[in-house]
């Protein structure tokens, strides 16, 4: 079994910065993408950023420029340093991890963490 939970989420004046955390745990043989997406209310769940187990990032034009997603191989942990916060970027944010276990094979599998909200206002 593996586990995602998600840290860091608050409430932040237009113009700030949040770092969110999400620590992956449990029965991992390997990580390989990890993601933060986020679900605003009334929409659907986006892409926010991604990095592959080598570094290699991709993000969201909107949110381009202002954050940043990093990893921590070594601790299973995925982080989103958001700055420069708009009211727009108010959302549940989510992270994932595509990940490979043994079963008595080498599985892959999405997992979620649980979400964190972060609201952006004055």
């Known amino acids: 079994q593996v586990q995602l939970v998600e840290s860091g989420g608050g409430l932040v004046q237009p113009g700030g910065s949040l770092r969110l955390s999400c620590a992956a745990s449990?029965?991992?043989?390997?990580?390989?993408?990890m993601s933060w997406y986020r679900q605003a209310p009334g929409k659907e769940r986006e892409l926010v950023a991604d990095?592959?187990?080598?570094?290699?990032?991709n993000y969201q034009h909107s949110v381009q420029g202002r954050f940043t997603i990093s990893r921590d191989n070594a601790k299973n942990t995925v982080y989103l340093q958001m700055n420069s916060l708009k009211p727009e970027d108010t959302a549940v944010y989510y992270c994932?991890?595509?990940?490979?276990?043994?079963?008595?094979?080498?599985?892959?599998?999405?997992?979620w963490g649980q979400g964190t909200q972060v609201t952006v206002s004055s």
């Open positions: 449990g029965s991992i043989l390997r990580i390989n993408a």
């Open positions: 990095i592959t187990s080598a570094g290699s990032t």
């Open positions: 994932s991890a595509r990940v490979v276990t043994f079963k008595g094979y080498f599985y892959e599998q999405d997992y």
